[in-house]
Structures are given as structure tokens and as C-alpha cells.
């Protein structure tokens, strides 16, 4: 044990507690799924978002929603969750509505599931010239004087989260994103499979760039979401230290996630949430966590790819739904097969700061840029047709809207700005 652990009697349990939680996500090879969870801004006919209360707030969508979505969670009257069969309907910090929907082998029912999904939203929303937009950042809004949901959690993060920059408030209460979580077959395959959804990071954030706006303005340049995550808390953000060496591995992660500063824990009832600043290792140096414990920290970490029993891939801004199924499609192209092992023999030597600097780039040129030497629309290019090997024409077909926004080296931000298209 390091010396600076010493104060940690339970450490080395805790470690592998964490690790038989990451070993219980492992799925045959073979009969891996998909995952996916994509935010939306609610707004109301003068596109001003809709907050969580008043008289029809997002608290009044889920209540409605509720005929459809029966299963409901609550916390001293509030109502904070909805669900039903392989659709689970929560809300994001200023009242993003998320849709978590999965787990799926096939792709066509994920999209019927979101199809759903924004029908019955519209439903109940529509007659009243609301609208739920697929968008990046707030379109609108200076996103610190947005009202929080209450969850003592979020009023706790959001404090702490503001110490350390601008950019916590703007994230809590402006950003919407796509997240797609692939499963893992065995502990280095997940590895392989951090190791390139971070490599991938700042490709993937471009060709599925979708703020047009930021606090209220135009953007003044691509990636406005990712500028914001980039700053917003180093300690739990961007690349998990590490994670792009061959030796990383579960024990690695889960020392990762116990030297982090917990910010909130839950009280023994998980009725109420506890602020507390010292890391989870910290908190937890006497005893053995349990499984809702690790679970908790588990999602106190924000990187641009993150383990679970699953691995999340986190770069994307909140899409309309054919480009959500059509980034599915890519994601599933890229992760599964002979692809992945492609991608983990081209991209072997790439390091973090490689990283942060793709990010720069893209930032400031765009489909100009270059990133680890090669121009970024060959390598979009390249990913798009690695992916189509690998997946059927049915799914070849679903990947087309992206495919198409990567050929005309364009994103649905520049598209919006344009005026080419409507956002969201």
C-alpha cells in the first residue's frame, strides 16, 4: 500500500470491491449490448426553457407521463423519475428530461423506443406550444440563473463545482448530451474499449457537435460543450489518468475513483444527501463500501469515457433522434469485431496530452484541423467506413445521417448558425 494510504485500513477491500463490481458487468462475447441516454431542453412557445416547477414544469410532464411510465420515483413529494420496460425518464440538474433506454441488441428497437419516447412527450406538451429540443447548451439562457431541481445533491454539487470555476453552474444548468454505454466481454476489452473512446473523444465531440448557442450568443467556435466539461473540474474530468497505457486495468480505476474528493455522500437511508470534501478513500477508510456505496461514486466521476459495469462514452451533444440511432450505429461499428482491434493497434501510442491538444484543435479550426497527424475529415471518413464493415445494411442505412454531415465536413451547429436547418 502507498504510504499516503496508510490511514486507510480498508483500502485494499475496498479496491476489490470495486473490481468484482466492474467484473459483474462482463457479458458473453458475442451477446455484448448497447446502451444509450440522451438529455432535452424543455421550452415554451417563446422558447424560453421550462424550469421544474410552475404550474406546467417538468415536474407536471412526469406527472403525466406517469400514465405511460408507471413506475415513479419521489423524494418528499417531488416527483424526480419515471420508468417502464427498458425506458427510464429522469431529469438533469435544471430540468434537462433524460431518456435512458436499454439495454438493446439491435439498434432498430432503440430508435422505436425513442420514437415512442418523443411521442408521448409531444403529446402532452404540444397543445400547449412547448417544444423538447435535442441541443448541446441552452439556447437561451444564461445558464446560472436557471432554478436547480430539489436534490440536495445538486445544490451540494453545485456549490462545490463553483469554487472551482465558471463552468460548474453552466454545466449543472446548460448542457444536454448523448451518452452511449457499450458493454464488455472481459477486463481487457474494457480496457481496450476506455482506452479508445477517449482516444476518440475529440472526433466523436465534433461530428456530433450541436451547440449553436452559448450563454444566450452565437458560438464563437465549434465543441462549446466539451470547452465547458474541459474546465470544469480537472480532478474528475477529461482523460482518467492512465487510461491510455497498456497496463491500465479495474484495480487502476478503482484507485482512481477512491482518491477523488466525494462531494456528496448519501445518509445511511439515502433519504438525504451529505456534503463531504475528503476523498471516497477518505470516507471509507475503516470499512468495506457497499455496492449502492461504489455504485454512487461510480457516477461522482465525469471523464470523457467512464466504467461502470458497462463503459459510458460521454462526448456527444443531445441530437435529434436520427443522428442519436445513427451514432449508436457508428459506436456499435467501432466497438464490436475486428474494428476495435484495428482501432487498438492504429491508435497504440497515442498520450493524454495528444489528447487535450485534438481537443484545441477542433476547437479552433474545425473540420480544418488535424489531429495525431492526420486531417480530422479523413479520419471521420475512416471511422464511418470501419464502422459500415462491421454492421448490417440495415444499420449501414441508420448511420447515413451522420455519414452524410461528415462528408460535407459541416455539423448541426454550423448547420443552425446558417440557418440551414432548425436546431433541435
Request: proline share 6%; with cysteine.
Amino acid at each position: 500500500m502507498n504510504s499516503s494510504h496508510m490511514d486507510q485500513p480498508a483500502r485494499e477491500q475496498n479496491i476489490q470491491a470495486f473490481v468484482d463490481y466492474f467484473k459483474s458487468g462482463m457479458k458473453p462475447a458475442g451477446e455484448e449490448n448497447l446502451g444509450v441516454e440522451v438529455e432535452h431542453f424543455i421550452v415554451d412557445a417563446q422558447g424560453n426553457p421550462v424550469g421544474y416547477s410552475g404550474e406546467h414544469g417538468v415536474a407536471w410532464i412526469l406527472q403525466r407521463l406517469t400514465e405511460r411510465y408507471p413506475r415513479v420515483t419521489e423524494h418528499d413529494g417531488d416527483i424526480l423519475a419515471v420508468a417502464a420496460s427498458s425506458m427510464n425518464v429522469t431529469i438533469e440538474p435544471a430540468a434537462q428530461l433524460e431518456l435512458s433506454a436499454g439495454p438493446f441488441a439491435d439498434i432498430k428497437r432503440m430508435r422505436e423506443a425513442y420514437e415512442k419516447f418523443e411521442a408521448d412527450v409531444a403529446e402532452i406538451i404540444e397543445p400547449l406550444g412547448m417544444k423538447m429540443l435535442s441541443v448541446g447548451y441552452d439556447p437561451r439562457m444564461v445558464a446560472a440563473e436557471k432554478e436547480l431541481i430539489p436534490k440536495e445533491r445538486y445544490r451540494c454539487m453545485d456549490e462545490y463545482l463553483t469554487q472551482i470555476s465558471p463552468y460548474g453552474p453552466r454545466m449543472m444548468r446548460g448542457t444536454a448530451s448523448t451518452q452511449v454505454s457499450v458493454d464488455f466481454h472481459s477486463e481487457h476489452d474494457a480496457m481496450v474499449k476506455m482506452r479508445l473512446a477517449s482516444i476518440l473523444t475529440p472526433v466523436f465531440s465534433l461530428m456530433m457537435d450541436n451547440s449553436p448557442f452559448y450563454e444566450g450568443s452565437p458560438s464563437v467556435h465549434p465543441l462549446m460543450r466539451t470547452e465547458v466539461w474541459r474546465h470544469l473540474d480537472p480532478v474528475r474530468c477529461n482523460t482518467v489518468p492512465g487510461a491510455l497505457d497498456s497496463d491500465f486495468s479495474f484495480r487502476k480505476y478503482a484507485e482512481y475513483l477512491l482518491d477523488v474528493p466525494a462531494i456528496v455522500v448519501p445518509s445511511e437511508d439515502w433519504g438525504d444527501v451529505l456534503t463531504d470534501n475528503r476523498t471516497f478513500g477518505e470516507i471509507y477508510a475503516d470499512r468495506v463500501m457497499t455496492e449502492d456505496e461504489i455504485f454512487h461514486a461510480t457516477g461522482m466521476v465525469w471523464p470523457d469515457a467512464r466504467l461502470k459495469t458497462y463503459v459510458e462514452i460521454r462526448p456527444a451533444d443531445s441530437v435529434p433522434v436520427p443522428y442519436v440511432i445513427a451514432y449508436e450505429a457508428l459506436i456499435k461499428g467501432l466497438f464490436y469485431g475486428q474494428a476495435r482491434d484495428i482501432l487498438d493497434a492504429r491508435f497504440t501510442d497515442i498520450t493524454i496530452p495528444q489528447v487535450e491538444m485534438a481537443k484545441s484543435a477542433l476547437m479552433a479550426a474545425g473540420y480544418d484541423a488535424r489531429v495525431y497527424d492526420i486531417p480530422v475529415g479523413r479520419l471521420a471518413d475512416e471511422l464511418i467506413a470501419l464502422a459500415c464493415t462491421e454492421l448490417s445494411d440495415e444499420e449501414s442505412e441508420m448511420l447515413k445521417p451522420l455519414a452524410e454531415l461528415v462528408a460535407q465536413r459541416t455539423t448541426l451547429a454550423k448547420q443552425a448558425i446558417r440557418g440551414k436547418r432548425p436546431f433541435g
